[in-house]
């Protein structure tokens, strides 16, 4: 489990280049599309964050001061929550689509603070480290409430959520609960910081599944047939894949503490 979980940097940072790769495409195509990862105010700032996003992607990827990126990729991130987002789950407080793109954003911005948070802060202190640790600190508090919400969500859509399961799979209605389960028991034990390393192997697991089996082939499908809501297909793949390596990189985080508890 050790070797997979300590893959969740590698993933996330891939997660984070099909982001920026998906702005620069969707700039280049005149799109403009709310939800992750798009910052549609203009081309302009559609190609700004797509070169960020890339470029905070290669440092994570290859570790060079990816401390620093994560940190700031975060702040990115929660920013765009709260520019973007926020008012619109509070004009919409009963949408669960609405809803569901706050959190996503928010888990993403969780995700890259927790991996902040794994890694070494450097050989000189300096006057701000302080703020930045209790802002990272935050990082695996934000994934869990996250995937609580997510949990609770699916239980108030089973049916939508039962539809995507593919049709070769059986009891469609079962892993629509299980699911929904699944997010909420991970998502405490994430805040209360009990078995958060085999839960968040495990829901990293359940993710990256869902980038296989469920969105991968429809990101085909839909690229194949031209359907112009392919964006919308990738998106939701690399969300899926995002989140993957966000449950393992909170899986690492938690097996570092239970590591220095242990000394």
């Known amino acids: 489990m050790d070797k997979i979980i300590a893959k969740g940097q590698l993933i996330f940072g891939i997660a984070i280049a099909a982001y920026g790769v998906e702005d620069l495409i969707c700039a280049h195509l005149g799109l403009s599309i709310p939800g992750v990862p798009w910052f549609p105010m203009s081309v302009f700032w559609e190609c700004v964050t797509g070169i960020a996003l890339i470029a905070a992607a290669i440092s994570i990827i290859v570790n060079v001061q990816a401390r620093l ?6 702040i990115l991130f929660l920013l765009y929550v709260l520019v973007s987002e926020l008012p619109q789950v509070i004009g919409r407080p009963m949408s669960v689509s ?8 928010l888990a993403i911005c969780a995700s890259a ?10 050989i000189s202190p300096r006057p701000w480290n302080n703020v930045v640790d209790k802002l990272i600190g935050s990082g695996p508090y ?14 108030l859509v089973l049916a939508v959520i039962a539809s995507l399961v593919p049709a070769w799979m059986p009891g469609a209605m079962f892993w629509a609960y299980f699911t929904g389960a699944a997010f909420v028991a991970v998502g405490i034990s994430l805040v209360i910081k009990w078995m958060d390393r085999w839960g968040g192997f495990l829901l990293g697991l359940m993710f990256l599944l869902w980038f296989l089996l469920l969105h991968s082939p429809r990101v085909v499908a839909a690229f194949r047939s031209h359907d112009p809501n392919a964006p919308d297909e990738w998106s939701s793949a ?4 995002a989140m993957c390596g966000g449950s393992w990189i909170c899986a690492w985080h938690g097996q570092q503490r239970d590591r220095q508890d242990s000394k």
């Open 69 to 74: 990126t994560a940190t700031l990729l975060g």
């Open 98 to 105: 609405t809803r569901t793109v706050f959190f996503e954003a």
């Open 113 to 122: 603070w927790t991996l902040a948070a794994t890694l070494p802060t450097g």
């Open 142 to 155: 934000l994934f869990g409430i996250s995937s609580v919400v997510f949990g609770i969500d699916h239980f």
């Open 238 to 241: 690399f969300i899926a894949l």
